[in-house]
C-alpha cells in the first residue's frame, strides 16, 4: 500500500501524513542562501550540536491550500504569513526569508503535492514552512547556518470532537510565554511549554486550555495554538497583540469579517476574566482550528456555560463567511484570496 492509500480521507483530522516532496534550502550565517530546491519527503539529516536541537532556535508558520468551487487551488493570506515568518525569524535571530521565496517555496511544494489535496468537504491541505539553525554550535548564540524546510500534509478538523463546543479550563498554574519575551513570534518554544498544562487538563475531561497574561493574571492571553475572542451583545473583543499575543491571521480576518460583513463594534483590549464570565459567546481562531465554539469555562472550580447553542450563534455566522471566502462560495470582499496559477 503506499502512503496515499493509508489515509482515511473522511476523518483526516490534523495529523502529518507522509506525501511526496518537500522544499528545502540551506542559509550561511550571513544570510546568503547556498542550496534549494524540492526533495523526496522524508527524514532530515542534523548534527546533535544543531542550535534549533539544543537551544531551540526555530520558528514556523501555518497555512492552507484550499481546493475551491471555482475548480482551482488557491491560498489565503499567504503574504501575511510570509512577513510574520520574517519577524519570527528576526526575533529568534535567524536569516529572514524574503517573502518571494517563501511564497515560492509555499507554491512549488503544493504544485507538487496536488495529489493530496483534500476534497473541499474533507478539508484542506496544510502547508508548515519551518527555519530553524542547523549549525553545529556549542555556545549559546545564533547558528553558523539555518535551514528552511516547507512540508504539506492533508487535514481535516483540528478537534477530535469536530464541531462539538469546547469545554475549557482557564488555567492559573501555568503560563504559556512571558510578556516580553517570544510570545508574539511562532517560536517553536512557545508550543512546548503547553504539552504538560494540555495533557493534566485532557485528563481531567477538558478540551483546550487557555493562558493568563504573565504580567496581569485578570486578563487572559491565548491558548495553546489559537487566539481567543469574546461577544457581548455586538461587541467582538480580543487581546490586542502585544508581546505575549500571537498576531493570527484569523484572528485578524475575523476583526475584519466581523465588523465589515456583521456590523459589530471590534476592539482589540485587554480582554478581563469578568469579560469571559459575561460573555454572550467565546470562541478560538486559527489556521488550524479554524473558528472554534467554546461551550464553557472553568476557572478555580467555577464554571460558566454559554447559553447560545453554536447553530444559533454569530461564531457560526463567522466561522461559515470565513470558510465560504476560503473555498469560493462567495465573492472574497477583502483581496484574500491568491491562486496557485
Ligand atoms: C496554526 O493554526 O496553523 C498553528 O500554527 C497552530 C498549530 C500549533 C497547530
Request: aromatic fraction near 10%; hydrophobic fraction near 35%; include cysteine.
Amino acid at each position: 500500500m503506499n502512503m496515499k492509500q493509508r489515509i482515511d480521507w473522511d476523518n483526516l483530522g490534523f495529523n502529518a501524513y507522509e506525501t511526496k516532496s518537500m522544499y528545502i534550502a540551506k542559509f550561511d550565517s550571513n544570510g546568503t542562501c547556498i542550496d534549494k530546491g524540492l526533495v523526496p519527503y522524508g527524514d532530515i539529516k542534523l548534527s546533535p550540536a544543531a542550535t534549533v536541537l539544543n537551544y531551540g532556535q526555530g520558528v514556523f508558520e501555518g497555512t492552507k491550500a484550499y481546493e475551491t468551487s471555482k475548480k482551482r487551488v488557491v491560498f489565503f493570506r499567504l503574504n501575511d504569513n510570509a512577513n510574520r515568518f520574517k519577524n519570527s525569524c528576526l526575533r529568534l535571530c535567524m536569516p529572514e526569508i524574503p517573502n518571494e521565496m517563501f511564497v515560492n517555496a509555499v507554491k512549488e511544494t503544493v504544485l507538487d503535492n496536488l495529489e493530496y489535496m483534500p476534497k473541499k468537504e474533507q478539508g484542506s491541505l496544510y502547508i508548515r514552512p519551518l527555519a530553524f539553525g542547523s549549525g553545529p554550535d556549542l555556545g549559546v548564540k545564533p547558528s553558523s547556518n539555518y535551514t528552511f524546510l516547507v512540508y504539506v500534509t492533508p487535514v481535516g478538523s483540528y478537534f477530535q470532537s469536530g464541531l462539538k463546543s469546547l469545554n475549557v479550563l482557564v488555567t492559573d498554574k501555568y503560563h504559556r510565554v512571558a510578556t516580553k519575551s517570544i510570545g508574539f513570534a511562532k517560536a517553536i518554544g512557545n508550543y512546548s511549554g503547553t504539552l504538560l498544562p494540555f495533557k493534566e487538563i485532557t485528563e481531567v475531561g477538558y478540551d483546550e486550555i487557555v493562558f493568563l497574561n504573565a504580567s496581569d493574571e485578570n486578563i487572559i492571553d491565548e491558548a495553546r495554538s489559537a487566539n481567543i475572542f469574546v461577544l457581548k451583545d455586538k461587541t467582538l473583543k480580543t487581546p490586542p497583540v502585544e508581546g505575549s499575543i500571537l498576531p493570527g491571521i484569523t484572528r485578524d480576518s475575523v476583526l475584519k469579517i466581523g465588523k465589515k460583513l456583521f456590523d459589530l463594534e471590534v476592539k482589540e483590549e485587554d480582554v478581563t476574566l469578568e469579560d469571559l464570565v459575561n460573555a454572550d459567546e467565546v470562541f478560538f481562531t486559527g489556521t488550524a482550528v479554524i473558528v472554534a465554539p467554546v461551550g464553557s469555562i472553568s476557572f478555580k472550580k467555577k464554571k460558566i456555560d454559554y447559553k447560545k447553542p453554536y447553530s444559533d450563534s454569530m461564531t457560526k455566522k463567522i466561522r461559515e463567511t470565513l470558510i465560504d471566502i476560503q473555498n469560493e462560495n462567495i465573492e472574497d470582499p477583502f483581496g484574500w484570496i491568491y491562486s496557485l496559477n
